[in-house]
């Protein structure tokens, strides 16, 4: 199916130049050592798994659909708690990053969408893992989770991009200030064409999960 | 359906608050005369026309199912020939915001993003026009073009969303510099939420049209 190749693609190149974004244009990532580049690890992490990694457990169903159900579910599960350890480190980085400039938290539109993910994430993963990994969960509890848990998922991950493309809005603005973005710098660039690709990903996953 | 009224109410809370955020704390609109509010003027049309708007469009079908078909392709249509009107007038602003700041036009990603979501608006509005408004066009062209059209129809809504949601993170940041978003002030307190209320009705009108 071409939806798949246009998801693989377009998320491999987001996340690329990302990569080039933090390490060739901003000075790669550090822990606690330099609060200019302590968002870094945030801004990699978040752009990996919370929408690259995310986007590919949701649709696993649909890229696998002839393996046995067990192993799929385990792969999407595996997929989500990787994603749950890595966005509780890059929320820890962004926090540590306020706290090391001194700054308040939670205060822009990008922070306030990006913590609302992060609690929904965490909660449909509980859910997840309790209702339908274990095998406690009677089948008519399994049943009736089943579409809220389908309806969640989408909602969870369009949140999720929505932050991913505030968060960058704000960080082209915030290390190209001073007129530099207006020139159109290969960092201005990178980092434009990284939100396209966000874009094209999240819409391709969305409608591959939605259909 | 809750989802109708979920639309309804964040729609409205998301242009009540922008129209609070543009008149009451940034200076209202103006058209050629001051290039600090220049922007006003797209920021207010855009919410209210490129997302409000086309997303009450969006879903008309399904909000008026009993009307007579013709009355609600009008309806559809007319939701659509003013935000094509209003969208226009918008861009202008824009445009011209930027030439009173003598700054170079599509630098940023929240312009890249835009200028994507318009010109899409514009073909998808132009087909649509011709293709099912019209008498002329033959059923065999009207059955054909239509899974295009509701394949085009979510991904130009949730591609304008997303260059509203870059539009307001960048909006707050620069009318808010220097210390004042941190501050937690009534204005950025404003802006946030009218975020939040912008991502309520992005997620309901995409979940009311693909289900
Ligand atoms: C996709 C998921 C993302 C989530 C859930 C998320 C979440 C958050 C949260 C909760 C904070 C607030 C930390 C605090 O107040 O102490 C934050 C801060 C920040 N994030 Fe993200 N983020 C995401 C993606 C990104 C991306 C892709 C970038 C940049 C390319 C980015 C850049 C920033 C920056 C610069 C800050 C510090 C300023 C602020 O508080 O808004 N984020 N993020
Ligand atoms: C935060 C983490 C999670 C997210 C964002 C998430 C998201 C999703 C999404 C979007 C779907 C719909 C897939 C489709 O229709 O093709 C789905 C289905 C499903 N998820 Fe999760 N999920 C999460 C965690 C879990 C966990 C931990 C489990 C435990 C195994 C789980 C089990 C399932 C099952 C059984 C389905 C139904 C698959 C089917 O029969 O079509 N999910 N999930
Ligand atoms: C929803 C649809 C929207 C679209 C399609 C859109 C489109 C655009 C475009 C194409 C430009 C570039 C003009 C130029 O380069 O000369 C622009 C600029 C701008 N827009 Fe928007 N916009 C939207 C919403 C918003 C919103 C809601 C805000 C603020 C709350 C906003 C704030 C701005 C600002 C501050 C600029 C000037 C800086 C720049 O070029 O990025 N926009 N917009
Ligand atoms: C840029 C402008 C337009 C956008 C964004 C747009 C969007 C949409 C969307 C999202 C749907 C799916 C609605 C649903 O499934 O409930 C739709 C359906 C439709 N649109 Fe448009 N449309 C546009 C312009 C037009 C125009 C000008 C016409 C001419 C009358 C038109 C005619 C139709 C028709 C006939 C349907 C099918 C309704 C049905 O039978 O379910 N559209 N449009
Ligand atoms: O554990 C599961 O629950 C759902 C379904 O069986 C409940 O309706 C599903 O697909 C599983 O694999």
């Given at each position: 199916?071409?939806?798949?190749?246009?998801?693989?693609?377009?998320?491999?190149?987001?996340?690329?130049?990302?990569?080039?974004w933090?390490?060739?244009?901003?000075?790669?990532?550090?822990?606690?050592?330099?609060?200019?580049t302590?968002?870094?690890?945030?801004?990699?992490?978040?752009t990996?798994?919370?929408?690259?990694?995310?986007?590919?457990?949701?649709?696993?169903?649909?890229?696998l659909?002839?393996r046995?159900?067990?192993?799929?579910?385990?792969?999407?599960?595996g997929f989500?708690?990787?994603?749950?350890?890595?966005?509780?480190?890059?929320l820890?980085?962004?926090v540590?990053?306020?706290?090391?400039?001194?700054?308040?938290?939670?205060?822009?539109?990008?922070?306030?969408i990006?913590?609302?993910?992060?609690?929904?994430?965490?909660?449909?993963?509980?859910?997840?893992f309790?209702?339908?990994?274990?095998?406690?969960?009677?089948?008519?509890?399994?049943?009736?989770?089943?579409?809220?848990?389908?309806?969640?998922?989408?909602?969870?991950?369009l949140?999720?991009?929505?932050a991913a493309?505030?968060g960058?809005?704000?960080?082209?603005?915030?290390?190209?200030?001073?007129?530099?973005?207006?020139?159109?710098?290969?960092?201005?660039?990178?980092?434009?064409?990284?939100?396209?690709?966000?874009?094209?990903f999240?819409?391709t996953?969305?409608?591959?999960?939605?259909?």
């Amino acid at each position: 199916k071409t939806g798949f190749v246009v998801a693989a693609v377009s998320g491999i190149l987001m996340w690329l130049l990302m990569f080039v974004w933090v390490f060739g244009f901003t000075g790669g990532v550090s822990w606690g050592t330099d609060s200019k580049t302590e968002i870094n690890l945030h801004v990699i992490l978040m752009t990996v798994f919370m929408v690259y990694l995310q986007g590919h457990g949701a649709i696993i169903f649909r890229t696998l659909p002839s393996r046995p159900k067990i192993q799929v579910k385990l792969i999407h599960a595996g997929f989500h708690l990787s994603t749950v350890i890595a966005v509780s480190i890059g929320l820890w980085s962004a926090v540590r990053a306020h706290d090391m400039k001194g700054q308040p938290h939670f205060f822009t539109l990008h922070s306030w969408i990006g913590i609302i993910a992060i609690v929904l994430f965490y909660g449909q993963f509980l859910a997840g893992f309790f209702i339908f990994l274990l095998p406690y969960a009677p089948m008519r509890l399994r049943n009736f989770a089943l579409p809220y848990h389908k309806f969640m998922g989408p909602l969870i991950f369009l949140t999720s991009c929505t932050a991913a493309a505030t968060g960058m809005m704000m960080k082209a603005l915030g290390a190209l200030s001073g007129g530099l973005y207006e020139q159109r710098t290969a960092a201005g660039v990178t980092i434009n064409f990284a939100a396209l690709f966000l874009l094209i990903f999240c819409l391709t996953v969305t409608y591959l999960v939605l259909e």
